[in-house]
DNA sequence: TATATTTATTGAACATTGTTCATTACTTTT
DNA sequence: AAAAGTAATGAACAATGTTCAATAAATATA
C-alpha cells in the first residue's frame, strides 16, 4: 500500500511546512509576537489545521526546541574527531558561543523558555533526550580530559555541569538582554572575549 | 500642606499593595499564571485600579524585578566587609547562589523573563541600574583581587563577567527547568557542588 | 455648612489570543 | 457512481490585557 505512506509523508511534510513557518515568524517578529492565527496565514492554512498537527503552542515550541538541539548537536559532532581533549572542550565551547550569538531567538528557545520543557511535562515525557545527548557530548569530553590529567581532583558531573554553566552563562545575559551593565563594549564582543578568558583559565589545567 | 503629602503616600502604599499581591500570586501559582484580575481580586481592587497605579502589566514585572535586585543587594552589601577579596568573592557567590535556590521565581524573573527589560525599553530608560549596581559589587571584588595578585594577566571586564556569567549558568538551568540532564542527584545539590568545583578552581588563581 | 471642583475608583466593553468542534470538502475504497 | 473515510475549515468560546466613560469619594471654596 503507498497510499499509507504516501499520507504518512504528507503528514510530516505538513508538520514541517508549520514548524518552518513558526521559525520564520519567530525570526522576524520575534517569539512573543507570534500567534497561531500568524502561523496559519503565513502558510495559508487555517487555524483548525494547525491543531490537527499540533495539540498545542507547547508542541510547536517543543517541535522547534528539537530542532535548535538538533542543529547544534551536528555543529558539535564533527568535533569528536579531535584527539586533544582540551582542544575538543575549547572547540565544543566556541561552536556553542558562535551558535549562542548567531541565533540569539533559537538560544533562549532552547535554554530559557518554559513552554519546550512545559511540553514534555504535559505528554508525560520525563526524559529530555535532546539535551541529554548534548551533555553527553561534553561530559565525554571532560571525562578525556580528567584522564588526560587535567581537572585534578575535580569530579566529573559538578564539573562538566559547571563548564556548561559557566558558557551558557555569559551566552545567556546576550540574549535575554541583561548584558547592559557592561556597556563600553558591544554586547557581542564582551560574550567573545568572556569566553577566551574562559578558555586561558581552562588551560592551565 | 500634609494633604497632597499623605496622598502621596497613600499612592505610594496602595502600588505596593499591588506588587505585594502580586508577588505573592507569583509564588503561589507562577508567574504565567498570575492575571492583571487574579491580583486586583488577591487586594480587593478593581482592574481598572491596577492601571492607574502601573501602566501595564510589564510595569509590575518590572517592579517586582527592581524589588528582587534590592532584596539581592541587601544580602550583597555586608559582605564588602570582608576584607580578604578572595573570601569576599566566594561569599558573594555563595549569597548569589543561595538566593537563586530560594527564590527560583523571583530568580527567573530577574534573569530570564523579557518582560521587565521590555518595560525598560519601552519607558525609554536605557540604563539598567539596578544590574549595573549589582555587577558594579562584582566588579569592585574582582578589581581587588586583581590588584592582590589573583587571576594574573586577565581583563577586569570580561573576567567579571564570566564569574557572573559562570555563577548564573549554573543557576539558571536550575530555575528554568534544564538541569534533568544529570539525574542522579536532586538539582540542588548539583548547583551546589558545581559552585564548590568553581570557588575551588578560583582558590588556585 | 452647602456647593463646586478635583481626585480616585470602578467595571462594562473591546481587541486579541489559544483552543474546540460541528460542518464542509476532498480522497479513497467499494 | 455511491459510500466510507480522511483532511481542512473557520465560526464560536473562554480567558486575557487594556481602555475609558461613568460613578463615588475627598477636598477646596463660598
Chains 1, 2 share one sequence.
Not at 514541517?16 to 495559508?44: H, M, P, Y
Not at 517543543?62 to 575549547?90: C, I
Not at 566529573?156 to 548584558?179: A, D, E, K
Request: charged content about 25%; overall charge negative.
Amino acid at each position: 500500500m503507498g497510499v499509507a505512506e504516501r499520507k504518512l509523508r504528507e503528514k510530516e511534510q505538513l508538520k514541517n511546512l508549520i514548524l518552518s513557518g513558526a521559525k520564520k515568524l519567530f525570526l522576524e517578529k520575534g517569539i512573543e509576537k507570534t500567534t497561531i492565527r500568524n502561523i496559519a496565514d503565513e502558510i495559508d492554512y487555517s487555524i483548525g489545521t494547525v491543531y490537527v498537527y499540533f495539540k498545542d503552542k507547547d508542541e510547536i515550541f517543543n517541535g522547534l526546541h528539537s530542532q535548535g538541539f538538533q542543529q547544534l548537536r551536528s555543529l558539535m559532532l564533527p568535533l569528536l574527531k579531535v584527539n586533544d581533549p582540551m582542544e575538543r572542550l575549547k572547540a565544543l565551547g566556541h561552536i556553542y558561543v558562535d551558535f549562542a550569538l548567531d541565533n540569539p531567538d533559537m538560544y533562549e528557545l532552547m535554554f530559557s523558555m518554559k513552554a519546550p520543557m512545559a511540553y514534555l511535562e504535559k505528554a508525560r515525557m520525563d526524559e529530555w533526550n535532546e539535551g541529554q545527548a548534548t551533555f553527553e557530548i561534553l561530559r565525554k569530553t571532560v571525562g578525556d580530559c580528567l584522564e588526560k590529567g587535567h581537572f585534578q581532583g575535580h569530579q566529573l558531573n559538578p564539573l562538566t555541569y559547571l563548564i556548561w554553566g559557566t558558557v551558557h552563562g555569559i551566552c545567556s545575559f546576550n540574549s535575554n538582554g541583561r548584558i547592559m551593565c557592561v556597556q563600553e563594549e558591544p554586547s557581542e564582543e564582551l560574550v567573545r572575549s568572556s569566553y577566551e578568558e574562559f578558555t586561558s583559565l581552562m588551560e592551565r589545567f
